[in-house]
């Protein structure tokens, strides 16, 4: 694939990603996540770490299907998605 097939797939991806609400609902697990390990007491890769499987989950549960179904407040809940 040539860099520009490569950074049309890059945008289209970051459009998708927008379009299901998935990068609001990693700042909102991420969110939960601190507050439930009060925020001084989680690192980087704790969080990282804590994070990652839920928020693939959310990608791969919402790619059937075409995404998700929207939320009180516009956030988009996608299938095995976000819980916070």
Request: proline fraction near 0%.
């Amino acid at each position: 694939m040539d860099s520009g097939g490569k950074d049309r797939l890059k945008a289209v991806l970051r459009e998708r990603l927008q379009e299901v609400g998935w990068k609001e609902g990693v700042k909102e697990l991420c969110k939960e996540v601190m507050r439930n390990n009060r925020i001084e007491g989680v690192t980087v890769d704790e969080l990282v770490a804590s994070t990652t499987a839920r928020a693939r989950g959310a990608l791969e549960g919402g790619k059937e299907g075409g995404g998700g179904r929207e939320r009180k407040g516009g956030d988009v809940e996608v299938e095995g998605g976000w819980h916070a």
